[in-house]
């Protein structure tokens, strides 16, 4: 029975987010029409703002269902800067699709609103694949392994992609959101992956050493952003809606990249591409240790630090 009846708490908070995102769509296709069809810059500037004010409202909404349905404690350890208008690149694990949308419920309103690199197939999701384009999301084709050896132009394909994009970010304020792993992390993507992590995959370097390349002279800051679901060694956003996940903790702090890493040829340089892999290993090392004891459930521990913040 109780099962069951956390299914339907998940069935009604699923019902809700369609809810939002449908009443999201009425003020966002005009807002979305008038970028696509206008080729004056005074008509798509405003409308960019008009498609950015219907997100913040949205995922606000989105956050409300989750976390008023899901009934999860959300503990903060951050060091979030009160900076709405600065230029940010955000560094994160991915444990479930819960994270997305908790993400702007840590950040929002400190920093600006956060652009993704997403899915390419997630162009064609209805209202958010709109409203994702309009917000210049750079969308990532990530090709196999296989597909680049057969055809080794597409080795650049996604790298062109950050490049434009962050070409459009360097005049806007931004949050830049790379969530390094490239896909959620799960125990058989580790195994498939073998990863040296216990609750991680290896962390895909590429995206986030083109993006500090492009915008490190405008950047305020690159923050490290850690997601782990309190003794949910396995998470899911379907248990976080029916009410299973009881506790997320979520970290946010300031990382000090070394100078000589946020400017570099990644594809064209062996040592600066094998330096920037060895950071950024080192910082997921670290990030499993705190990921894996607050998820393990034989273990007690509640958060990352003593110093925390809840809201």
């Known amino acids: ?13 699923i019902l809700g987010m369609v809810l939002v995102t449908l009443i999201g769509f ?20 405003p409308a960019t703002r008009a498609v950015l004010w219907v997100a913040v ?40 699709w819960a994270d997305v949308m908790l993400l702007c419920h840590v950040i929002e309103p400190q920093l600006p609103f956060p652009r993704y690199f997403i899915k390419e197939q997630l162009r064609w999701l209805p209202v958010v694949g709109l409203a994702c384009w309009a917000l210049d999301f750079p969308f990532m084709k990530r090709h196999s392994r296989a ?37 959620r992390s799960t125990a058989a993507k580790r195994k498939a992956a073998n990863s040296p992590y216990r609750a991680l995959l290896p962390p895909k370097a590429g995206g986030t050493a083109f993006t500090l390349n492009a915008m490190h002279d405008v950047l305020d ?52 591409r094998a330096r920037f892999k060895r950071w950024l290993e080192q910082r997921w090392a670290e990030k499993d240790v705190e ?21």
């Open 221 to 272: 800051g690159v923050l490290d952003m850690t997601f782990a679901y309190v003794n949910q060694p396995e998470p899911t956003f379907w248990d976080v809606l029916c009410g299973r996940v009881p506790e997320i903790v979520i970290r946010v702090r300031k990382l000090d990249v070394p100078r000589d890493l946020l400017t570099g040829d990644y594809m064209g340089d062996a040592d600066y």
């Open 147 to 183: 597909e680049i050896e057969k055809n080794p132009a597409l080795r650049t394909q996604d790298m062109e992609t950050v490049r434009r994009s962050c070409a459009v970010f360097r005049d806007q304020p931004v949050s830049v959101v790379n969530f390094a792993e490239g896909t």
């Open 1 to 13: 029975m109780k099962r069951a009846l956390e299914n339907i708490r998940g069935a009604i908070a």
């Open 26 to 45: 009425i003020p966002l296709l005009p807002a979305c029409l008038a970028k696509l069809l206008s080729p004056w810059p005074a008509v798509r500037k």
């Open 291 to 311: 990921v894996t004891a607050l998820q393990d459930p034989s273990r007690s521990a509640t958060r990352f630090s003593e110093t925390e913040d809840t809201r």
């Open 57 to 96: 409202w949205w995922a606000r909404g989105i956050n409300a269902v989750i976390l008023g349905m899901g009934r999860s404690r959300v503990t903060y350890d951050q060091q979030v800067p009160d900076d709405p208008n600065g230029r940010y690149v955000v560094i994160a694990n991915h444990q479930c």
